[in-house]
């Protein structure tokens, strides 16, 4: 993913238009965790079969407003931070204090990452170096463009994790309700017509009516969400 990718979704999630592309959670003062969809799903999409959305670590600063992201690829973590917000220690901070041990805690061994001098720069290259070693990173070739921080090896002093989950209104519930609703109507005509010139849906419209209960679910998650 190309940075002026990422900063495209910064920059969404700073305008307020990211609702229907960028979930988030807070799991710290300063960071959210965040499942991004690149695309939205459309009818004339292409059938691929490793299709997933994108986790995400987006930074904020003292104003809350968002600086920097870090996307996970779990075998590495690609992070970028705005020029403007650069040397102030907003990443450092973020992955030390939030975002490490959230990955950690998700029963990660060990976290790679992967900086590329001939594709960020001398400088970018060395910033980046930088941040990695303060963290604990150890390099791992010789070319020092591999680097990795073990699970046992990190330093848990500055673990900071605070975990809210976001305001959800009646309307937005709804509004997920009649989403999953018109998911189970889409299969069930699927079923209807593979069982009219098939003469099997491989039973789709038992998937079809399972999908029917998450309308119920989502109105039970939606009265667990008022008493807390």
């Known amino acids: 993913m190309t940075e002026r990718e990422i900063r495209k979704y910064i920059d969404r999630l700073n305008n307020g238009k990211a609702s229907e592309s960028i979930f988030t959670r807070q799991i710290s003062?300063?960071?959210?965790?965040?499942?991004?969809?690149?695309?939205?799903?459309k009818m004339t999409d292409d059938i691929i079969g490793n299709f997933s959305s994108y986790r995400f670590f987006f930074i904020?600063?003292?104003?809350?407003?968002?600086?920097?992201?870090?996307?996970?690829?779990?075998?590495?973590?690609?992070?970028?931070?705005?020029?403007?917000?650069?040397?102030?220690?907003?990443?450092?901070?973020?992955?030390?204090?939030?975002?490490?041990?959230?990955?950690f805690y998700d029963e990660r061994k060990s976290q790679r990452i992967t900086i590329?001098?001939?594709?960020?720069?001398?400088?970018?290259?060395?910033?980046?170096?930088g941040v990695a070693l303060k963290l604990g990173f150890k390099a791992i070739n010789e070319m020092?463009?591999?680097?990795?921080?073990?699970?046992?090896?990190?330093?848990?002093?500055?673990?900071?994790?605070?975990?809210?989950?976001?305001?959800?209104?009646?309307?937005?519930?709804e509004e997920l309700r009649k989403r999953a609703f018109y998911a189970y109507k889409i299969l069930y005509k699927i079923s209807d017509e593979l069982l009219m010139t098939v003469s099997d849906d491989h039973e789709l419209k038992e998937v079809a009516d399972e999908v029917r209960q998450y309308t119920h679910k989502i109105a039970d998650l939606e009265w667990a969400n008022k008493k807390r």
């Open 116 to 129: 590329e001098k001939n594709a960020i720069g001398e400088k970018n290259y060395l910033n980046s170096k």
């Open 29 to 41: 003062e300063n960071v959210d965790v965040a499942k991004v969809w690149k695309k939205q799903p």
């Open 60 to 103: 904020k600063n003292e104003f809350s407003k968002y600086v920097g992201a870090v996307l996970d690829m779990e075998d590495d973590l690609h992070w970028y931070v705005n020029p403007k917000s650069r040397k102030k220690g907003y990443l450092t901070t973020a992955l030390k204090e939030s975002i490490l041990p959230y990955l």
């Open 144 to 173: 020092e463009t591999e680097f990795e921080l073990k699970q046992i090896d990190f330093n848990w002093d500055n673990e900071n994790l605070e975990e809210i989950n976001p305001v959800t209104s009646p309307e937005r519930f």
